[in-house]
């Protein structure tokens, strides 16, 4: 192929196109895109579900097409390497890469190792591992676990550490597929921070896949919106994300800040006469001109949810010891009452995978107790429990183990004798209600990610348990996506089930979630209406948690009329602006 000439060619993407897919399907993952990265700029790649950022993030170190085979027309230029004829452990050297799923990529036998490992293969001197060890560690928030086992630490931290390994390799060019998606929002930013130090510092070119609008939006160089594999459109984020009607569109969301701008406009235009605002820093400064050209209304907000229904768990001043001495629960109580819908929040590695891993009587506790129904879960089965309690892992991966979409929904219906039309029937009305019919013959580890946690939540909700427990259900799901999930437990709570929702991101939970439990450090920080929680900034900061950028830009409104405003949704903080016919 001709390449174009360019002064200093660092990262050269021409016309790339791959075909494949499970089971033969082809298809076009990525469609005539054209891409220049320089040194030192951080771009990052935004698209629905299924768009190609994957693909691209996957062809940038050559595992696209080398190793997942398709076809391959045009070139990948990293560096003067070219990726489809540069064997993958050459271009190592160059590109660095971390995936959505930290456990494909974890392999030592310890924190430490896991980033001495890519070093030495590397040929790094020892004294340069020895140094670079506790300084990425201290960059990600995992100093003082350096001889944990990597199978040991939560989600979160799997995915800080797979962070950690490639920023301590520094090469040119670093590709981050959702890197933040299993983050407390401090990690998040700081992860971002760390990035953008490394393209500032050393000239490192940053490539992030993300869902996360809010950091890219302060972070990013540029901004490249995949659309069925083509590249839609590319510019600076004030552009990108002020374009609110091109994201939805793309069943994507601009930043909180730039959604609310967005309807104050439209309901008085003479508030918002400038460019909308895509950070919170330019949002509350430009709140002066809204104020002036418009009078502060509060609108009225739901009042606070009346008490619970009687518990259908309760724990009671649990505590829990590993047996290395980490106190991962202390003293936690708490009940969830029947078709309450509550939101478990917390830093990574605050206690709440070891809490879940109680309340499906997984662990044994060192001291109190879980209850269901007031009866104490020590000595009851696990298997019985499944009837009654709901689980969605993480990483759905970890639960799917069957040929077919429909016989993973059905399987534990089948092993526990329900009659083969009630099995049936439960698996169709799973199957619909998930909008995975068109799918139902399909191997469920061909789907995409955010397919694969549809299918295992499919398979929770056939069995009809009583309580459903999701841990981080939205994460790599695009806005449609997201909000389909949370639709449909919404819709569960409605008609009796408990829903308990362990998730980051908070900006996700006004509408759902009515009750928030706040953990850190193995202890309840709070337990509260969730609209309360999210006007603590003092209080979430205990656990590294931050308010939606609403609550937050609601909070610097209160502060400039005087008025109390606890408004914690992007069409809430406009409503103050809004004519009261035109409010929502």
Known sequence: KSYRSYDKPIHRLYDLLHLGGPRHREFWALRDVSLTVATGELIGVIGATGAGKSTLCLALPGIVPQQAGGRFHGAVEVGGLDTVTTPIHALARAVGIVLADPDTQLVATSVENEIAFPLENLGVPADDIRRRIPEVLAQVRLAGLERKRPDELSGGQKQRLAIAAALAARPPLLVLDEPTSQLDPAGEAEVLAVLRQLTRAHGVAVIVASHAAELLAEHADRIALLADGALAALGPPAALYADVERLRAHHLRPPQVTDAFARIRAAVPAAVPGPLPVTLADGVA??????AAAPCQPPAVPAAPAAAAPPLVEVVDLHHRYPDGTEALRGVSFALGRGEYVAL?????????????????????????????????RGRAVSALARRIGYVAQNPDHQIFNPTVATEVGFALHHLGHPPAEVAARVDASLAELGLAEHRDRHPLALAKGDRARVVIAAVLAMQPELVILDEPTTGQDDRGARAILELTARLAARGRTILVITHHLYLMPGYATRAIVLGR????????????????????QTHLAPPQAAALAAALAARTGQPLPLVTPAEVAACFAPPEAAP
């Open 286 to 291: 430009a709140l002066a001109s809204v104020c």
């Open 345 to 377: 929040i917390g830093e990574n590695g605050a206690g709440k995978t070891t809490l879940v891993r109680h309340l499906l009587n997984l662990l044994a506790p060192t001291r109190g107790a879980v209850r269901l129904d007031g009866e104490d879960l």
């Open 522 to 541: 193995g202890a309840v920080l709070a337990d509260a209406p969730l609209r309360d929680v999210l006007h603590q900034p003092a209080l979430l900061a």
